[in-house]
């Protein structure tokens, strides 16, 4: 029975900003093996374009790079890591502060920096505000970048090792494209003048916008290697569960589907657990019970907003982000299958007696309103914002979303089976 009323992740929310900053001060869970692999995989002639690993947002990319790597690159004496953190300067344009983070390197250096930039013919950079001239070409951008990594490399006498957080930040501006081309050019070129030449690990929460930029000859990391990095696994959820006080603990067995169900993040995790243990003294089954119902409130934060968002779109768009979402990686938004699938929901929403008919710049004008709102990223194919949009998309009765019957009504396969009969997949409803 309960001891207490059902906790609400909702009710709860000022607590858990407070239990979200206990959890960024809370111990962290050292990957010695998985630093030693990737470090032994980084520094083979393999990896010599790139190493980039992808994983979602706040699943411990940062601390995994800053935490696990850099002590154990830094306890090499023949490596010289140089950490580049596009989140950390959030606010800089990402060209600025590749530039400015090797400058300030060669600071380290080399106290008398002014007469080394001097030398290096790096004139169009102000060391006081780190700006790059705009007229400077990208040849120059070139040129000033192999030389700072060259001089970083003849000063240190060491293996430069350049770790770049959340690398697809370069490519929101020209001027980060640009810089971030010139620094991978320039590992490559001292990668053919010396062996073992210097090497780039990038992390990026995007998997598709990291991948956008391995893609072409003209992109950064062309021939580079993507790989997920693993989430935190077992072996982290055991160790957490062991810190979590025992009267008010979830049960062991929960802790994994719940970290699934939680995106593998282990702040939400945290949070949740603390949330819990203010209910202790309630039978484990309760506990239980209790630790479910927050972590799906948990997992479904921002799902009001969102929906908000979404019933603002017009029809195309809005029936657009419904078949993507059906699709999944089989969206292909020109293709006559979900032509006729959008189509489809569009005269259902319409009330058409027929459905209509969009040529492709329509299509393509709908699918950058999702972009232009944050739900969808268009690069190579198109790729919701946040996973959870998929998730939360499919929740939604489609016939209540476009129009066919009142919420609780009968769902719209036979709308939809009217699609799926001219030989394309059939959506879920
Ligand atoms: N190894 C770990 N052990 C414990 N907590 C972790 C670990 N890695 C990440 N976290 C927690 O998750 C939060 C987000 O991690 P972070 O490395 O910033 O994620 P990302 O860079 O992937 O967005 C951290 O602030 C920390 O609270
Ligand atoms: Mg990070």
């Known amino acids: 029975m309960l001891q207490a009323p059902i906790p609400s992740f909702q009710r709860f929310a000022h607590q858990v900003e407070v239990y979200a900053r206990v959890a960024e001060h809370a111990p962290l869970f050292p990957r010695p093996a998985l630093a030693a692999a990737t470090v032994q995989d980084l520094l083979s002639v393999a990896r010599s374009r790139g190493l980039l690993l992808t994983g979602g947002r706040f699943t411990g990319k940062s601390t995994f790079l800053r935490h696990d790597l850099l002590p154990l690159l830094r306890s090499d004496p023949s490596l010289y890591p140089i950490v580049i953190d596009f989140m950390a300067h959030e606010e800089a344009e990402p060209g600025a502060v590749i530039l400015q983070t090797l400058c300030a390197e060669l600071q380290s250096q080399d106290g008398v920096v002014r007469r080394t930039a001097r030398k290096l013919g790096l004139t169009g950079l102000s060391l006081g505000g780190m700006q790059m001239s705009p007229v400077q070409a990208e040849a120059d951008d070139f040129k000033g970048v192999l030389k700072m990594l060259r001089a970083l490399s003849a000063k240190t006498g060491r293996r430069l090792i350049l770790l770049l957080d959340e690398v697809q930040r370069t490519q929101t501006s020209d001027h980060g494209r640009r810089v971030l081309l010139s620094l991978a050019r320039s590992v490559n070129s001292l990668n053919v003048d010396a062996r073992p030449g210097p090497r780039i690990l990038a992390t990026g929460s995007h998997a598709h916008k990291l991948r956008k930029m391995t893609f072409g000859k003209e992109d950064a990391f062309h021939g580079a290697t993507v790989r997920a990095l693993p989430p935190l696994g077992g072996d982290y959820l055991q160790w957490l569960h062991a810190q979590v ?103 259902a929403r319409r009330k058409l007696p027929a459905p209509p008919e ?72």
């Not at 799906?296 to 078949?323: N, Q, W, Y």
């Not at 790729?383 to 719209?412: C, K, N, Y």
């Open 358 to 429: 969009f040529t492709e710049g329509e299509i393509s004008d709908a699918l950058n309103v999702l972009v232009a709102r944050g739900l969808i990223w268009r690069g190579l194919g198109f790729v919701f914002e946040h996973a959870r949009f998929q998730r939360w998309i499919l929740s939604l009765d489609p016939a209540v979303e476009f129009g066919l019957a009142a919420p609780g009504g009968q769902p719209v396969s036979a709308l939809l089976s009217v699609a799926s009969e001219q030989g394309a997949p059939r959506l879920v409803s």
């Open 245 to 347: 006080p025992v009267r008010g603990r979830p049960s062991s067995g929960l802790m994994a589907s719940a970290f699934d169900r939680l995106l593998h993040r282990p702040r939400d995790l945290i949070s949740v657990c603390q949330v819990l243990a203010s209910y202790d003294g309630n039978p484990q089954h309760v506990i239980d019970r209790m630790f479910h119902l927050l972590v799906e409130e948990c997992a479904d934060d921002g799902k009001t907003e969102f929906l908000l968002h979404l019933r603002d779109l017009p029809d195309l768009p809005l029936a657009l982000s419904r078949v993507m979402a059906e699709a999944g990686p089989e969206f292909a938004p020109f293709q006559l299958w979900c032509k006729r699938l959008t189509a489809a929901l569009v005269q």
